[in-house]
């Protein structure tokens, strides 16, 4: 059974950074490897938001994190990571992973930014 498994989540000060990873448990790699995985964050009040994916080592952002964001993958280690820099209060939600191929969520980490 495959699984999506975040860590890393937690409590910044404006400026600050974290890197949230998600592992997914019970993937084959050849899978793993040809999958679209992305971060995606919903705050109390809105709607799921896509923040970045990465196609075959290719990433995409949206706009509000770019130049502040980086998603990366190693393949080896089923792992996906997202590096948040210059992080601002209205980065403050739940972050989930998602698999484009399995349609699946992880289980959402907490991120929240004081200012």
């Known amino acids: 059974q495959v699984q999506l498994v975040e860590s890393g989540g937690g409590l910044a000060q404006a400026g600050g950074s974290l890197r949230l990873s998600c592992k997914a448990s019970?993937?084959?790699?050849?899978?793993?490897?040809?999958?679209?995985l992305g971060w995606y964050r919903q705050a109390p009040g809105n709607e799921r938001e896509l923040v970045a994916t990465?196609?075959?080592?290719?990433?995409s952002y949206q706009d509000s994190v770019k130049g502040r964001f980086i998603i990366s993958r190693d393949n080896t280690r089923r792992t996906i990571y997202l590096q948040m820099n210059d992080l601002k209060p209205e980065d403050t939600a739940v972050y989930y992973c998602h698999s484009t191929v399995r349609q699946l969520w992880g289980q959402g980490i907490q991120v929240t930014v004081s200012s």
């Open positions: 990465i196609t075959s080592g290719v990433p």
């Open positions: 019970g993937m084959i790699l050849s899978v793993f490897w040809g999958d679209t």
